[in-house]
């Protein structure tokens, strides 16, 4: 037994999870009583789905840096902490010990500081994957101002939203990413947001791609310059466990993205607890996540979770496929990885090379598997299973969302079943219900309804940054008293979980969450578009493509204006949100009332043609014969 709160057995799992519920203050002040806290709570939890209202861990004390940080440097302070592989591989890879990147973290606090960042102050961090993003991150816990992490694959006009939302005056970022064969000028996207952001005072530049770069007086500085000037010694700010950690950007069904809220002390509680039992880490493994820190899944499983459990964390820059298809096999032959934690499109994606990238490479070290974003299909799980984990890994198929902060349903690797497709069963804490559409609870097995929590556990989300109705109305007004996640599950015989997909008008591409009414929005920003209405089709790599429906007015010129319409996108959204096909037409099918008939759209896109149910409601039905005709 290597964490006190590690789970050991299937009938351990049992024992606790009855405790979980039986008993909940009881059982997560036990869990808690193994973090480092400057004073300890009053009272384990307050809550209510109403509001909502939840608090856990009342009149505590900590800071979240001294717990991933400080209180291994005894024992642990040789022990790396990050292991770094660049994006290419004939560069240095770079490990940073515990003491390290103590140090760093101490110091670039006091960067922070010096250009007069203060508790609860929100920093934008815009970063490629580089060491430097977790110091930032943690620099900023370890102050109390509030991180904002933005994936590096966001726009100008994403950031600029985003920047305005959370009134970040300050903006931590790199001269550009190497990311494949790209170099992404992230500087000049900045620069180009905040054209709009004139309430923006600082902007600390980390150079890394020696992209040339225009550094404005006044308000730009190097990271380098200012790390000469701060000393190493930076105590951590006493932090309530309910004052505000993070805020990450998430996309939902309304156009504009909100700010998920986590606070410190249950999400660092939830983020350790889950990785420990999830992918049932021991001291000394190597834990490779792929995911981009810009994402909470980086967020969870890159920084926090490893970084509380004193655990060695890889940080990638890279991308599977550069510079070929075996990169992820030679990162874990070289680094000797343990856990490899990724996305079943990344899975896929690899699947279509062949087994010819894996020859040569040894990944005896390997002892569990993880995936993560999307379900997986089962072919994409038997090559995961045969070929990466040689049949003696176990997988973990871990669901979860950006706010929940960490896996709430999942096998625990080695101690609980496994069941391909399946999520399984849910971790200790974590109460799920199924509900039909009339906001029945369904009970007993082999059902499957939309997917909700009934009970907080410590890692939920409590609110959406400058907007707690919406915070409301999103998650905890569509069933009373419960947590909406906007999945769809079944709950098979023996009372296994299995995650079906959205049932909101959220897409799932490539493991990201994007929003139908964001790229419609964006789509429609072009001069020429009168109109559009975005719906998701099966795609082979990405689980999810997007497919358009445009009423085009002007002059249209087939491919170039579909180039168009996607240069538009990727200016508005990001590359991310591209859409994969646009179909022309000359109106939508909708309702007498106007409102567009997304299923028949889903249908179509989805080759499902003869499925499309009763259209004779529709304002003109004849434009779903045109639409049929037009499918790509
Ligand atoms: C989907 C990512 C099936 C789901 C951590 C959820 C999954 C959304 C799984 C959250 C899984 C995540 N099986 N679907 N194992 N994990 N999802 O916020 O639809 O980026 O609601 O968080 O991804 O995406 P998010």
């Given at each position: 037994m290597n964490y006190p709160y590690q789970i050991n057995s299937f009938d351990q799992?049992?024992?606790?999870?009855?405790?979980?519920?039986?008993?909940?203050?009881?059982?997560?002040?036990g869990i808690?009583?193994?973090?480092?806290?400057?004073?300890?709570?009053?009272?384990?939890?307050?809550?209510?789905?109403?509001?909502?209202?939840?608090?856990?861990?009342?009149?505590?004390?900590?800071?979240?840096?001294?717990?991933?940080?400080?209180?291994?440097?005894?024992?642990?302070?040789?022990?790396?902490?990050?292991?770094?592989?660049?994006?290419?591989?004939?560069?240095?890879?770079?490990?940073?010990?515990?003491?390290?990147?103590?140090?760093?973290?101490?110091?670039?606090?006091?960067?922070?500081?010096?250009?007069?960042?203060?508790?609860?102050?929100?920093?934008?961090?815009?970063?490629?994957?580089?060491?430097?993003?977790?110091?930032?991150?943690?620099?900023?816990?370890?102050?109390?101002?509030?991180?904002?992490?933005?994936?590096?694959?966001?726009?100008?006009?994403?950031?600029?939203?985003?920047?305005?939302?959370?009134?970040?005056?300050?903006?931590?970022?790199?001269?550009?990413a190497f990311r494949g064969a790209k170099d992404i000028p992230l500087k000049a996207i900045i620069d180009d947001a905040l054209v709009t952001c004139s309430f923006v005072k600082r902007v600390i530049v980390f150079e890394r791609t020696k992209t040339p770069v225009?550094?404005?007086?006044?308000?730009?500085?190097w990271w380098l310059d200012e790390m000469k000037n701060a000393g190493d010694d930076c105590p951590a700010e006493e932090m309530d466990?309910?004052?505000?950690?993070?805020?990450?950007?998430?996309?939902?069904?309304?156009?504009?993205p909100k700010g998920v809220v986590h606070t410190c002390a249950g999400y660092m509680i939830w983020a350790a607890y889950t990785f420990v039992n999830v992918f049932q880490y021991q001291p000394?493994?190597?834990?490779?996540?792929?995911?981009?820190?810009?994402?909470?899944?980086?967020?969870?499983?890159?920084?926090?979770?490893?970084?509380?459990?004193?655990?060695?964390?890889?940080?990638?820059?890279?991308?599977?496929?550069?510079?070929?298809?075996?990169r992820f096999w030679e990162i874990v032959d070289k680094h000797n990885v343990n856990i490899l934690y990724t996305a079943p499109t990344a899975i896929r994606s690899l699947m279509s090379y062949g087994t010819a990238p894996l020859e040569n490479k040894?990944?005896?070290?390997?002892?569990?598997?993880?995936?993560?974003?999307?379900?997986?299909?089962?072919?994409?799980?038997?090559?995961?299973?045969?070929?990466?984990?040689?049949?003696?890994?176990?997988?973990?198929d871990t669901w979860w969302q950006t706010e929940t902060g960490g896996v709430l349903i999942s096998n625990l690797a080695g101690v609980t079943p496994a069941k391909p497709g399946y999520a399984t069963l849910p971790l200790p804490g974590v109460q799920p219900v199924l509900l039909d559409e009339k906001g029945q609870i369904i009970e007993g097995n082999d059902v499957s309804g939309n997917l909700c929590i009934r009970f907080p556990w410590p890692g939920i989300l409590r609110t959406t940054y400058g907007d707690h109705e919406r915070c409301r109305t999103t998650y905890f007004t569509a069933y009373e008293n419960l947590y909406f996640t906007g999945d769809g599950c079944l709950r098979d015989a023996d009372g296994f979980y299995r995650i079906t997909g959205r049932v909101d008008d959220v897409l799932n591409v490539s493991g990201h969450r994007i929003g139908t009414a964001e790229v419609e929005n964006a789509i429609n920003m072009h001069s020429g578009v009168i109109e559009s209405a975005v719906v998701g089709f099966p795609h082979e790599i990405k689980g999810q493509g997007i497919y358009a429906y445009v009423i085009f007015t002007g002059n249209l010129e087939g491919d170039l204006t579909r180039k168009?319409?996607?240069?538009?996108?990727?200016?508005?959204?990001?590359?991310?949100?591209k859409p994969d096909k646009i179909q022309f037409v000359t109106g939508l099918p909708k309702t007498r009332s106007g409102k567009i008939m997304r299923?028949?759209?889903?249908?179509?896109?989805?080759?499902?043609?003869?499925?499309l149910g009763d259209t004779s409601t529709l304002l003109d039905p004849a434009v779903v014969e045109e639409i049929k005709k037009g499918k790509l």
């Open positions: 799992y049992q024992s606790d999870y009855k405790r979980s519920v039986a008993d909940p203050e009881g059982f997560w002040a808690a009583e193994n973090f480092s806290w400057r004073r300890k709570w009053d009272k384990v939890l307050e809550w209510n789905f109403k509001d909502p209202r939840v608090e856990w861990f009342m009149g505590g004390k900590l800071n979240i840096t001294e717990n991933c940080l400080d209180r291994h440097l005894e024992k642990k302070g040789d022990v790396p902490a990050i292991i770094w592989e660049p994006n290419n591989p004939e560069e240095k890879s770079r490990t940073l010990t515990y003491s390290e990147l103590h140090k760093e973290v101490c110091r670039f606090a006091n960067v922070l500081k010096n250009n007069g960042v203060v508790k609860g102050d929100r920093v934008c961090i815009y970063m490629g994957m580089v060491p430097e993003l977790s110091v930032a991150l943690l620099a900023c816990a370890r102050i109390g101002a509030i991180h904002s992490v933005i994936f590096g694959g966001f726009s100008a006009q994403s950031i600029a939203d985003r920047l305005q939302d959370a009134r970040a005056e300050y903006i931590i970022t790199c001269d550009g225009s550094m404005i007086k006044g308000r730009d500085v466990a309910e004052d505000l950690l993070f805020i990450l950007y998430t996309s939902g069904s309304t156009g504009k000394g493994d190597v834990h490779f996540c792929t995911a981009d820190i810009g994402w909470i899944t980086g967020h969870s499983y890159i920084v926090y979770g490893p970084l509380a459990a004193g655990a060695t964390t890889m940080i990638f820059e890279g991308i599977p496929t550069y510079p070929d298809a075996g040894n990944l005896s070290s390997l002892k569990t598997l993880g995936t993560v974003g999307e379900p997986i299909n089962e072919e994409a799980w038997h090559w995961y299973d045969q070929h990466i984990g040689k049949g003696k890994c176990p997988i973990v168009d319409i996607a240069q538009t996108v990727t200016r508005i959204i990001g590359p991310i949100a299923r028949i759209l889903r249908k179509i896109a989805e080759g499902e043609m003869s499925q």
